[in-house]
């Protein structure tokens, strides 16, 4: 009998991972990456099997300066088939610059809570909603797909919980009444817990089983991973997770790093998920990101190095050791 077979295992069930360093990973920065960095970031992306990449955002560069060469990026960047690039955006104005940079999806941001939504687009949510419908009716029929990004649909640092009735809400209004063909439930500031995100994760399986359904989760409170977790026990198969575990909303107080891209790859990969990743080259990847944004990034994998990778042996004849075997 194989005593190592894993506890729980992932049969190779699919899993789609999604990277979102360049985009809210970046905007976190204080540094400007140049753009040629950014653009040779994506193409190493590019080549380790990943879903899709949100490549970067047309927001506004006075409120994220960071990101304010979204459109030469995803202009120059080297487009791999299969992975979709998508790019965030907040307003029509920023679709329109999406749209003529060639995104082939927008991923329209709002909050599901008042304050932070205020806070981070300066607009109510209804006007959010109003100029984002304004969005999907004019993408219609050029083939651009449409996804929606609810900011801090498991909790608001300003306002506490969000009620779900009050997320699945908005969730209704942009599937059906809109036709958005994906959303994400973003937990912004790392407050969603477990079972909490479980709980959402089945009520909306269970409404929009056909939707293309994403989670965001952030590692602000070490509950990430655990959340991963219980997503997908839950019915999930899409996650958005940060290179090197870098990111967070500038306009959220108490923001941090999303899960980590390699953490999460490398997690799914000892249980049994298929996630289509080639964990080595994320690695490389992730390596370079230091150097990029001139610090160290939270990944725990990039120290510590993958479970397997062993350490040598004590050579024989090295005292301490065979002093402590033979006690
Ligand atoms: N892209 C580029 N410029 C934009 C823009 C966009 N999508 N939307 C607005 N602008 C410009 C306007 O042209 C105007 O420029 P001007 O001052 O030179 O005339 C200026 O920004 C202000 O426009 P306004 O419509 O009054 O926006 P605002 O100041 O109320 O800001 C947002 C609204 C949504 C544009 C801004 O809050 C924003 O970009 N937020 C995004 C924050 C973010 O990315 N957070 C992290 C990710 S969740
Ligand atoms: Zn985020």
């Known amino acids: 009998m194989n005593t190592n077979k894993p506890v729980w295992q992932g049969a190779g069930r699919r899993i789609h991972m999604q990277e979102v360093g360049t985009r809210d990973g970046l905007q976190a920065e204080a540094a400007f990456v140049p753009t040629e960095d950014k653009i040779a970031l994506v193409n190493a992306l590019s080549e380790v099997g990943l879903a899709k990449i949100e490549v970067t955002s047309f927001v506004s560069p006075k409120a994220i300066p960071a990101l304010r060469d979204a459109e030469q990026v995803l202009r120059e960047i080297r487009r791999q088939p299969g992975i979709v690039y998508t790019a965030l955006v907040p307003n029509v104005r920023g679709a329109e610059r999406a749209v003529e940079s060639k995104a082939d999806e927008l991923n329209l941001v709002m909050s599901a809570s008042e304050s932070h939504n205020v806070s981070n687009l300066r607009m109510t949510r209804e006007r959010s909603y109003a100029g984002l419908s304004e969005v999907v009716r004019a993408v219609q029929g ?4 449409i996804n929606v990004s609810l900011s801090c649909a498991m909790g608001c640092p300003m306002e506490g919980d969000v009620p779900m009735p009050v997320v699945l809400d908005w969730c209704h209004r942009y599937v059906e009444e809109l036709g958005a063909g994906g959303v994400t439930l973003c937990d912004t500031t790392g407050m969603a817990y477990p079972t909490q995100v479980a709980e959402l994760t089945r009520l909306f399986r269970e409404r929009w089983p056909h939707t293309e359904l994403t989670l965001h ?16 026990d839950a019915g999930a198969d899409r996650f958005d997770a940060s290179l090197g575990g870098i990111g967070g909303c500038p306009y959220a107080p108490g923001a941090s790093g999303n899960v980590c891209t390699e953490e999460v790859v490398h997690a799914l990969a000892l249980m049994g ?16 990101l230091p150097g990029l944004i001139g610090h160290e990034v939270p990944s725990q994998i990039l120290k510590a190095g993958r479970r397997l990778d062993l350490h040598p042996r004590p050579v024989v004849g090295d005292e301490i050791a065979l002093r402590s075997a033979s006690r």
């Open 142 to 145: 050029t083939g651009v797909a």
């Open 217 to 232: 989760f952030h590692n602000t409170r070490g509950m990430g991973l655990a959340n991963v977790l219980a997503a997908i």
């Open 273 to 288: 998920y298929d996630t289509g990743v080639d964990l080595p080259r994320l690695m490389a990847a992730a390596r370079q």
